[in-house]
């Protein structure tokens, strides 16, 4: 009995200060744990990133996260550049409204819209089915494919009926004969 | 030479004196967008003496933009539709036509045989005017009208909703009341020749006013 004492209290001493090792090693290791196995039941599955979440590809805000409405002038400025774009009548102004098509405000989406209607630039086609997929509200991307597809339609100009309309106009210009 | 200075100086005083023509009225941006949709029809002799008749429709698209290329085709532009509208211009009581407009140029009529402006046939309003003892009446009224106008020569029918609202006109120091209007119609018709059916939309932004003197100079009246 007492020729075992020494050898248990090499055994104690030795136990603890193995404890006291991986007491002190404990904080250094959870610094340098990775995510926890995803089959892990006990954690929840980490987020890829630390800071808030994050959308890939903007969006248009919903009807509650409507941006401020657009003073008088800041509104008349937009309409006006619209206008420009349209009295262009040039696949240019397909650019200038590509824009405003998706705009945080619905009027002057709305706007761009009808315009790149009556800009008539097939150029607009793509430009109209693209946006449709990036609107939030169903019927405005039905109206931006919509007035695509009208888009696609032959031109009436191009017509022989344009052409005879032409005509006559011309015919009713002439001077008659002295 | 004092005389011929004294002269002078009294003639271009006169001249500056004399103000230029005012023309008081409105101009809207109207927007037409419709399809015309044609008939075409291939007869086909088959065995027997028999005949078959096949029909197909072909569609296209008419803007605005085709109306004022027509009336550059026809010469009746300056060579380019770049700047130039389709616009309703009117006069103080809110009568007037279809026009080609272009900053700096003098307004065009357009053709009736390629577009005529709706003429309201009937109408249900809402809303108010007033009418004070003395001065100039104040609308503000919305209605459901029915009217008819022509595309492309033929006869059409529109149904939609007119604003009508009371605003002025300031040219120098004199303010002119004028009647602003817009309007937005679905219309229907059909084409003057061949079967063909006609749809689409007319609208007319708000009008604005305007002094109608540098797009209608002298006598010319919308």
Not at chain 1, 14 to 19: D, E, F, W
Not at chain 1, 56 to 69: F, G, I, K, N, R
Not at chain 1, 155 to 172: P, V
Not at chain 2, 29 to 46: K, W
């Amino acid at each position: 009995m007492i020729a075992t004492l020494p050898r248990m209290k090499a055994h104690l001493f030795s136990a603890a200060g193995v404890l006291l090792i991986a007491l002190a090693l404990m904080p250094w290791s959870k610094s340098r744990q990775g995510p926890p196995e995803p089959s892990d039941p006990a954690r929840p599955a980490p987020s890829k990133s630390s800071g808030p979440a994050r959308r890939e590809t903007p969006s248009l805000p919903s009807a509650q996260e409507a941006m401020a409405p657009l003073e008088p002038t800041e509104l008349a400025g937009i309409l006006q550049r619209i206008e420009d774009a349209v009295t262009s009548y040039d696949p240019a102004g397909v650019k200038v409204l590509k824009d405003l098509l998706l705009d945080s405000h619905v009027e002057v989406r709305t706007a761009a819209r009808e315009a790149m209607v009556q800009l008539g630039e097939t150029d607009g086609i793509p430009v109209l089915r693209q946006a449709a997929t990036r609107m939030q509200d169903p019927a405005e991307a039905r109206a931006c494919r919509e007035a695509a597809d009208f888009l696609e339609l032959p031109s009436w100009s191009d017509t022989q009926d344009a052409r005879e309309a032409t005509a006559e106009l011309r015919g009713e210009n002439e001077p008659p004969p002295p | 030479m004092k005389f011929a200075i004294l002269s002078f100086a009294l003639g271009s005083g006169a001249a500056f004196a004399q103000t230029p023509a005012v023309k008081p009225g409105t101009i809207a941006t109207v927007s037409l967008s419709a399809t015309i949709a044609t008939e075409s029809v291939v007869t086909q002799n088959l065995s027997g003496g028999a005949k078959r008749k096949t029909y197909t429709t072909g569609t296209v698209r008419l803007l605005s933009r085709d109306i004022l290329e027509a009336m550059r085709t026809a010469s009746l532009l300056d060579g380019n539709i770049k700047g130039w509208t389709l616009s309703r211009l009117a006069n103080t009581s809110d009568v007037g036509n279809l026009y080609a407009t272009k900053a700096g140029k003098t307004a065009v009529a357009v053709p009736a045989t390629l577009l005529t402006q709706p003429v309201v046939q009937s109408y249900a309003s809402t809303g108010t005017v007033i009418t004070p003892a003395t001065g100039a009446e104040t609308v503000k009224l919305k209605r459901q009208a029915y009217a008819t106008l022509t595309v492309r020569g033929g006869a059409s029918n529109a149904a939609g909703n007119q604003k009508l609202v009371g605003g002025g006109v300031k040219i120098g120091s004199q303010v002119t009341p004028v009647l602003l209007r817009s309007e937005s119609y679905s219309l229907i018709g059909k084409a003057a020749t061949g079967n063909s059916v006609i749809g689409g939309t007319y609208t007319t932004s708000q009008s604005s006013p305007i002094n109608l003197t540098p797009l209608l100079p002298g006598a010319t009246a919308p």
